[in-house]
């Protein structure tokens, strides 16, 4: 995609680019709200305005959240895994 054309899944031309020389394609743009001020309104008045404008990779986004899930919900698993050693210390401390 360019500034002036929106990419397509499958382009005339058999692809994006050439072998190695390839282009990211799994980024996605959510413009919540794109229109003009107002022209009423000082300082920005007639200009064009868009809320919410950034650019997500996806593969990215699902690969932070994978990470983020093993931390949260197997951090209890990789504290009872070392449990049973400091067991084993402290029986035999004792006896």
Do not use: R
């Not at 282009?23 to 003009?36: A, R």
């Not at 209890?76 to 006896?95: C, T, V």
């Amino acid at each position: 995609s360019t500034h002036s054309q929106i990419a397509s899944f499958m382009p005339e031309g058999g692809g994006y680019s050439t072998w190695f020389y390839g282009k990211v394609v799994d980024m996605f743009y959510f413009p919540i709200i794109e229109t003009n001020w107002p022209a009423w309104m000082p300082f920005v008045g007639g200009e064009h305005f868009i809320f919410f404008s950034p650019i997500f990779n996806f593969a990215d986004a699902a690969i932070s959240c994978g990470i983020i899930a093993l931390l949260l919900f197997y951090s209890k698993y990789l504290n009872e895994a070392y449990q049973p050693d400091k067991d084993k210390k402290e029986s035999a401390a004792h006896e």
